[in-house]
């Protein structure tokens, strides 16, 4: 069957879409094994002669929508315009169809939604639809006919992923990016023991209860045959390589010797969740489990092993204040991250962050436009807008956002909010 895969997704820093993603990867493998024919294209935003394109070559049989979480106004206008112009069936999956899939069965022209892990429920699904021969319920898609809403149980998690074929990147234009960024990502495993209450993780994690293990590695052979198959295959160029490499971590769980271990691995770059100097908001708002101690103590041992670090928060978070954000300037200030990503705060749909949101009447009325806009998804009555973009602005001046962020994009891109602020 001729596939075209809608990969809606939001707009992160200008980079290209589509954009590589692990699970989307195998996905794509596990439809070609089986002989689909497959187009890729990205969209961060209703582009319509990008979509009238995509779809004159490949003269699809049937549309797959990838759709992030926070980009279901753009699903939304996108599958209209398939719906009245192109008139072919439309299958969702992605973050937003498995945190709320009645939503998602709502899109034009949807005619079914596959939740959380793909690789069973919309591989079989799509045989099924090839050939309907292949059974009635297929577990983890939900479906809308004329008989009412089909709600089928999750599949079993896949626990051995070695068992997965490694993950398409061709379709993802990956010698590009490759040429572009000289890293490669690859993603080891699926599930995160954590449970950070502004993550999506612990909602999944919950609706595959008793379906299976929920943190899975792969063995490190898949890994490295991954890794030697990546560099074979874009050998053309010539800084495609493991080695030296950059990982997240959690500062809770670092000390010493694990940063001189990562050290003599390679790694050269550490990315930390800091999120907020706030106890109450990094531990009773989003259950992160860490102290400020622990945050200083890890910034250091990464130093000490001479690893570079890269502070990841959110400002205008559920109980910040003007307080709250002069602290959390004042902690970056002592443990002195090379790199800071200050982000607005978005509550992620389906986490307990939102719920508390929600529960105290803090969500933005704008909704996603909020997230699209570099601005905050909630209202706090203690932390005017002004005073977070504020905040922003001062930090995105003070540190830079990436390894070789010129001061004249930090400068560009604080005239560019002040210009986006005032229209
Ligand atoms: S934000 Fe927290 S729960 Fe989510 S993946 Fe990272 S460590 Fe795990």
Same mark, same amino acid.
């Given at each position: 069957?001729?596939?075209? #895969?809608?990969?809606?997704?939001?707009?992160?820093?200008?980079?290209?879409?589509?954009?590589?993603?692990?699970?989307?990867?195998?996905?794509?493998?596990?439809?070609?094994?089986?002989?689909?024919?497959?187009?890729?294209?990205?969209?961060?935003?209703?582009?319509?002669?990008?979509?009238?394109?995509?779809?004159?070559?490949?003269?699809?049989?049937?549309?797959?929508?990838?759709?992030?979480?926070?980009?279901?106004?753009?699903?939304?206008?996108?599958?209209?315009?398939?719906?009245?112009?192109?008139?072919? !069936?439309?299958?969702?999956?992605?973050?937003?169809?498995?945190?709320?899939?009645?939503?998602?069965?709502?899109?034009?022209?949807?005619?079914?939604?596959?939740?959380?892990? !793909?690789?069973?429920?919309?591989?079989?699904?799509?045989?099924?639809?090839?050939?309907?021969?292949?059974?009635?319920?297929?577990?983890?898609?939900?479906?809308?006919?004329?008989?009412?809403?089909?709600?089928?149980?999750?599949?079993?998690?896949?626990?051995?992923?070695?068992?997965?074929?490694?993950?398409?990147?061709?379709?993802?234009?990956?010698?590009?990016?490759?040429?572009?960024?000289?890293?490669?990502? #690859?993603?080891?495993?699926?599930?995160?023991?954590?449970?950070?209450?502004?993550?999506?993780?612990?909602?999944?994690?919950?609706?595959?209860?008793?379906?299976?293990?929920?943190?899975?590695?792969?063995? !490190?052979?898949?890994?490295?045959?991954?890794?030697?198959?990546?560099?074979?295959?874009?050998?053309?160029?010539?800084?495609?390589?493991?080695?030296?490499?950059?990982?997240?971590?959690?500062?809770?769980?670092?000390?010493?010797?694990? &940063?001189?271990?990562?050290?003599?691995?390679?790694?050269?770059?550490?990315?930390?969740?800091? #999120?907020?100097?706030?106890?109450?908001?990094?531990?009773?708002?989003?259950?992160?489990?860490?102290?400020?101690?622990?945050?200083?103590?890890?910034?250091?041992?990464?130093?000490?092993?001479?690893?570079?670090?890269?502070? #990841?928060?959110?400002?205008?978070?559920?109980?910040?204040?003007?307080?709250?954000?002069?602290?959390?300037?004042?902690?970056?200030?002592?443990?002195?991250?090379?790199?800071?990503?200050?982000?607005?705060?978005?509550?992620?749909?389906?986490?307990?962050?939102?719920?508390?949101?929600?529960?105290?009447?803090?969500?933005?009325?704008?909704?996603?436009?909020?997230?699209?806009?570099?601005?905050?998804?909630?209202?706090?009555?203690? &932390?005017?807008?002004?005073?977070?973009?504020?905040?922003?602005?001062?930090?995105?001046?003070?540190?830079?956002?990436?390894?070789?962020?010129?001061?004249?994009?930090?400068?560009?891109?604080?005239?560019?909010?002040?210009?986006?602020?005032?229209?």
């Amino acid at each position: 069957m001729r596939i075209l #895969i809608l990969q809606i997704l939001p707009d992160v820093r200008r980079k290209p879409a589509p954009r590589f993603e692990a699970q989307l990867g195998t996905l794509l493998s596990l439809l070609g094994q089986r002989g689909h024919e497959l187009s890729l294209v990205g969209l961060t935003r209703v582009e319509l002669s990008t979509l009238k394109t995509a779809v004159a070559p490949c003269l699809p049989q049937l549309i797959y929508a990838d759709i992030h979480a926070v980009c279901a106004a753009v699903a939304r206008r996108s599958l209209q315009y398939i719906q009245e112009h192109e008139f072919l !069936p439309v299958v969702v999956g992605g973050s937003l169809a498995t945190l709320d899939p009645a939503a998602c069965l709502s899109l034009p022209g949807v005619q079914a939604a596959a939740i959380g892990e !793909p690789d069973a429920s919309l591989v079989t699904y799509l045989e099924r639809v090839k050939d309907p021969a292949v059974g009635q319920v297929v577990y983890g898609v939900w479906l809308r006919d004329e008989s009412g809403l089909a709600r089928p149980q999750l599949p079993s998690l896949v626990e051995d992923l070695d068992s997965l074929p490694l993950a398409e990147r061709d379709l993802f234009d990956y010698a590009a990016h490759v040429r572009r960024t000289g890293e490669i990502e #690859i993603a080891v495993g699926r599930g995160c023991p954590q449970r950070c209450a502004y993550c999506v993780n612990r909602t999944v994690e919950r609706l595959y209860a008793d379906r299976g293990m929920w943190v899975r590695r792969r063995s !490190p052979e898949n890994v490295l045959d991954e890794i030697r198959g990546l560099r074979d295959r874009y050998a053309g160029a010539s800084s495609v390589r493991f080695l030296p490499f950059r990982c997240h971590l959690r500062a809770n769980q670092i000390d010493e010797p694990l &940063c001189r271990r990562l050290a003599q691995a390679g790694c050269r770059v550490a990315d930390i969740e800091v #999120i907020s100097a706030s106890d109450l908001i990094r531990n009773d708002v989003f259950a992160m489990d860490l102290s400020n101690q622990q945050v200083a103590a890890a910034f250091a041992a990464l130093r000490a092993a001479d690893i570079r670090t890269r502070a #990841i928060v959110y400002l205008g978070a559920p109980y910040e204040s003007e307080a709250s954000l002069d602290e959390l300037i004042a902690l970056l200030h002592r443990v002195k991250p090379d790199l800071v990503d200050a982000r607005a705060y978005y509550p992620w749909p389906g986490t307990g962050a939102m719920k508390l949101a929600h529960q105290n009447g803090w969500l933005h009325p704008r909704g996603e436009e909020q997230y699209h806009t570099d601005q905050c998804g909630i209202d706090m009555p203690a &932390c005017r807008p002004a005073v977070v973009a504020a905040a922003l602005k001062r930090l995105r001046g003070e540190f830079p956002a990436e390894a070789g962020d010129p001061w004249w994009r930090r400068w560009t891109q604080s005239l560019g909010q002040v210009f986006q602020r005032k229209s």
